[in-house]
């Protein structure tokens, strides 16, 4: 009973619902850095900012809005590409290495539901 992964199946709305709870659960990690780590600008700006652009996105990816596939994409890959740089500056911290990872997972479920739409609306 060999099965291969390409037969694998996975709908459309279990990978938004992943991709919002990910993204909901960065959000909250961005909002708890600012209980945790000593205030600074970079610390507000991601706290802050990301914490509640991410909100956003996780709503709307949970509503099936398709602009959310796109600004998942970006916006997350951003935050990575700044936590990255954040971690070159001012060394190891645990909250920019977990921002990554969630970042990454996002884009990654983002980038697929965007294509398969675009892919969708080439069908049509």
């Known amino acids: 009973m060999n099965k291969s992964l390409s037969g694998l199946k996975i709908a ?27 205030l600074t600008v970079p610390t507000l700006i991601a706290g802050v900012v990301f914490g509640t652009i991410y909100l956003a996105i996780s709503m709307g990816l949970a509503k099936s809005l398709k602009i959310f596939y796109l600004l998942g994409i970006v916006l997350p890959f951003l935050g990575a590409s700044l936590a990255v740089i954040r971690l070159h500056l001012y060394g190891f911290e645990v909250f920019s290495v977990i921002n990554i990872g969630l970042d990454a997972f996002v884009v990654t ?8 739409e ?6 049509s």
Request: aromatic share 14%; proline share 0%.
């Open 12 to 38: 459309k709305r279990d990978l938004e619902v992943a991709a919002s709870a990910v993204m909901g659960t960065a959000s909250y990690v961005h909002y708890l850095q600012l209980f945790i780590l000593s």
């Open 109 to 116: 479920f983002c980038t697929y539901l965007f294509v398969m």
């Open 118 to 123: 675009r892919g969708n609306r080439n069908d």
